[in-house]
């Protein structure tokens, strides 16, 4: 299993980017797929989760600035982040759950910086 993230930069504070994460090798499709970000110095974070086919939750922090969406192919996601602020600079990584048997298995991509700076 492999997951794949796309998008970082550094970008002016204001600003936009767009991350996609794409899960492949998975025998069963993820039900969940998760953006967290570490800033320096910090613990990981969750910034937003989409529940496919339900719901989506995002961090305060980030509520009616970052949009999380389901990509056209199964176990894609995407974040697009509007209004960029120096505090939002991390590695943001994907994560994919699958449930597995009664279990849920997680799986992680190896994560993408974002600098936002001026």
């Known amino acids: 299993v492999q997951l794949v993230e796309s998008g970082g930069g550094l970008v002016q504070p204001g600003g936009s980017l767009r991350l996609s994460c794409a899960a492949s090798?998975?025998?069963?499709?993820?039900?969940?797929m998760t953006w967290y970000r570490q800033a320096p110095g910090k613990e990981r974070e969750l910034v937003a989760r989409?529940?496919?086919?339900?719901?989506?939750l995002y961090d305060d922090s980030v509520k009616g600035r970052f949009t999380i969406s389901s990509g056209v192919a199964k176990n894609t996601v995407s974040l697009q982040m509007n209004s960029l602020k120096v505090e939002d600079t991390g590695v943001y990584s994907c994560?994919?759950?699958?449930?597995?048997?009664?279990?849920?298995?997680?799986?992680w991509g190896q994560g993408t910086l974002v600098t936002v700076s001026s």
């Open positions: 994560q994919a759950l699958v449930a597995n048997f009664g279990e849920v298995l997680e799986y």
């Open positions: 090798g998975l025998t069963v499709n993820s039900f969940a």
């Open positions: 989409l529940i496919f086919g339900g719901s989506i």
